[in-house]
């Protein structure tokens, strides 16, 4: 991009203290004039790992050639928002146009950002949560950790950025909140607001988004109210109105853009355990419980000190998690991790838990995948979070004849990639895939998929669903859970299935759930661990995990009330038409 030349009388404007207001409208003319020439295509589409469908290219565009960089994405749940952003994003990284970027989401989808920004877009995200965010440049954090510490709140007040994008920004609704006064004061040149309920309760909420975008643009609210406002859902002036909203919203309805999609058929597959492993699993959850109130109460020490707590709970944590898995998973974190660093009676324990899980040669869990996978020549695709997992099953398949090619993270570049080819090409029946196959692939050529143990991240469900249940695929798409009879999984499973079926929701629907969420403050996976470790017995983790369930409707109704209203006004007010 051409560098422009300033005059004189632009340089005297420049140096001079200026009002806000003509600050704001010299801010806004500035980068219209950067950013209105060469954004007829975009050109950063070589450096992005996905196809963006015509809609999300079509509001990149717009953005960024008509509306300078910032904008309202409100597109119905399930449009894909956040494609849409990183797009754009990306393409501005691409032309040079900026350097710094802050990214604020809810607390669940943190780490589904991450992944997605770096898997399909290759722009490595730095959580404010990691040591020395400070010296970067692109940074996301969750909105509460960051609102919740003034210290934060100060460094980020002290920079400038490029380009600030809140995703579910129906949080800044409320002008009087903390949350909003903070982001408003946030220095950015650019503003990307993701909600697909701009408003929900009140015709002003469109002015506090509006107001957070563009400072000025709809005047005070006092005017806004006069001009635009008969009560709280009815607007007034209608063809003024959305002249001015369609210069910073853009909405795509799903009935305007999606194809049908296959359905989802639903399985569960129930597993019964052994004596044996029925007394390895709950024995690995006593172990836990007693580590963690051992630790917590200064009666056990396994070499860190009380400010790093989070240790043990993040080992404790995947533990419970492995225990889900397979024993051969729990093990090696058992060995590894536990047994070095305990002593006494504590070591004896511990030492007694891992001679019992060895005991355990073929989990029941892996023999009934066998006699699932036995029942048709099809292809599947089985997932689990664990390499030594991963490396069980694929020993077991290929000793009973299956061919069998495995994707996880410490396969090189290439060897994932010639472990694609053979599953497309029919060189393989079975993939098996950590979870670093659910995130960016596209394996819609295959219709079976296999959740070996679940994933104690909902998004986590998502993005393997997605991978098969997506645009091209035209079978029905059979989803397979493994729960276990009375153990941490099933009550797992009911938490996410009973009230509302998060196996069943829309791709890209989810995320808005978890944000409606009131509890939401923490990953969802660390709520489920604490949960675990700090009830007294499984008919308590039950119960408490039942009662997610309720919250998980609660949201589920809030948000589709709140969808009915945002459609009703805006498609009142005609936005996006």
């Keep these: ?11 005297l404007h420049l140096t001079k203290e ?68 990183g797009l754009i994003i990306k393409e501005l990284l691409v032309r040079g146009l900026i350097n710094s970027v802050l990214i604020l989401v809810p607390a669940p989808l943190v780490e589904q950002w991450r992944d ?20 970067q440049n692109l940074l996301i954090s969750s909105m509460p950790y960051l609102v919740r510490s003034k210290k934060r709140q100060e460094i980020i007040n002290k920079r400038t950025f490029d380009l600030l994008v809140v995703d579910e920004a129906h949080c800044l609704k409320n002008h009087r909140t903390q949350t909003y006064k903070f982001v408003y004061t946030i220095q950015k040149n650019n503003t990307l607001l993701m909600s697909a309920t701009p408003i929900q309760n009140d015709m002003r909420e469109l002015f506090n988004l509006v107001n957070i975008l563009k400072p000025g643009f709809l005047k005070s609210r006092k005017k806004f109210r006069e001009q635009f406002i008969v009560n709280r859902y009815t607007p007034k002036n209608i063809e003024a109105l959305r002249d001015l909203l369609n210069k910073v919203m853009i909405r795509h309805r799903r009935s305007d853009t999606l194809v049908e999609l296959p359905r989802r058929v639903i399985r569960n597959v129930e597993i019964e355990l052994t004596e044996i492993e029925r007394n390895f699993h709950n024995g690995v959850i006593d172990f836990c419980r007693d580590t963690y109130k051992k630790y917590m109460e200064g009666d056990i020490q396994i070499g860190w000190d009380k400010t790093r707590v989070h240790l043990i709970v993040l080992i404790l944590l995947s533990l419970l998690k492995q225990n889900c898995s397979s024993p051969q998973a729990s093990l090696s974190t058992l060995r590894t991790k536990m047994f070095p660093r305990l002593d006494g009676v504590d070591k004896k324990n511990c030492l007694d838990l891992i001679q019992l899980g060895e005991r355990i040669t073929a989990p029941s869990k892996a023999i009934e995948l066998l006699k699932l996978l036995k029942q048709s020549d ?46 497309k090409n029919k060189e393989a029946q079975v993939f098996i895939s950590s979870e670093s196959g659910g995130q960016g692939l596209n394996l819609q050529f295959c219709r079976r998929l296999i959740n070996f143990d679940l994933p104690w991240n909902p998004m986590r469900i998502e993005q393997r669903i997605g991978r098969v ?86 949201a589920k109704q809030e948000l589709d009330q709140d969808v009915d209203q945002a459609t009703k006004i805006l498609n009142t007010i005609g936005v996006g038409t």
């Excluded at 991009?1 to 340089?11: G, L, R, T, Y």
């Excluded at 997605?116 to 010296?135: A, R, S």
Aim: proline fraction near 2%; include cysteine.
């Design 116 to 135: 997605e920004m770096n898997d399909k877009f290759k722009i490595q995200l730095t959580d404010l949560k990691e040591e020395g965010w400070e010296e």
């Design 1 to 11: 991009m051409n560098i422009i030349p300033v005059s004189k009388q632009q340089k």
């Design 18 to 85: 200026l009002s806000p207001l003509k600050n704001i409208k010299l801010k806004l003319q500035s980068q219209a004039i950067q950013l209105q020439k060469g954004f007829d295509r975009l050109i950063c589409l070589d450096e992005v790992y996905l196809e963006p469908r015509p809609w999300q290219y079509e509001t990149a565009i717009k953005v960024l050639r008509d509306m300078q960089g910032s904008a309202i994405l409100a597109d119905e749940v399930g449009l894909g928002k956040t494609i849409e952003a």
């Design 469 to 554: 249940h997506r645009f091209g695929q035209v079978n029905d798409v059979e989803i397979y859970t493994m729960p276990t009879k009375g153990a941490i999984d099933e009550y797992l499973l009911y938490t996410l299935t009973s009230k509302v079926n998060l196996f069943e929701v829309v791709i890209g629907e989810l995320d808005t759930i978890l944000s409606y969420m009131k509890n939401n403050d923490e990953s969802f996976e660390l709520r489920i661990g604490k949960i675990i470790l700090e009830s007294k017995n499984s008919a308590e983790v039950e119960e408490q995990l039942r009662s997610i369930s309720d919250e998980f409707l609660t």
């Design 378 to 423: 099809e292809q599947a695709i089985v997932y689990s979070e664990y390499r030594v997992t991963i490396d069980l099953l694929s020993e077991l398949l290929e000793e009973h004849d299956f061919t069998v090619t495995t994707y996880h993270g410490r396969l090189s570049s290439r060897e994932k990639q010639q472990s694609i080819e053979r599953f």
